[in-house]
């Protein structure tokens, strides 16, 4: 069976850390800033995980 090609779109919203979880930014953070709290603000800066469910999914995308 040939290869799978890389999706391109997933390639560059996630990133494979050297444990095997795959790390992703969170949403919400585009525009309309001005009514989200700064404490909201803020916790959307932290990059987050993703589930495990969709781990195994997301791996064979990237």
Same mark, same amino acid.
């Given at each position: 069976?040939?290869? /799978?090609?890389?999706?391109?779109?997933?390639?560059?919203?996630?990133? !494979?850390?050297?444990?095997?979880? %795959?790390? @992703?930014?969170?949403?919400?953070? @585009?525009? %309309?800033l001005t009514?989200k709290?700064?404490?909201? !603000? @803020?916790?959307? @800066?932290?990059?987050?995980?993703?589930?495990?469910? /969709?781990?195994?999914?997301i791996?064979?995308? %990237?």
């Open positions: 069976m040939p290869k /799978q090609k890389t999706h391109s779109g997933a390639s560059k919203r996630f990133h !494979l850390t050297g444990s095997g979880k %795959i790390k @992703r930014a969170k949403m919400n953070r @585009r525009h %309309i009514k709290s700064s404490k909201r !603000l @803020r916790g959307l @800066r932290k990059t987050a995980y993703v589930s495990s469910t /969709q781990e195994k999914t791996k064979d995308m %990237i």
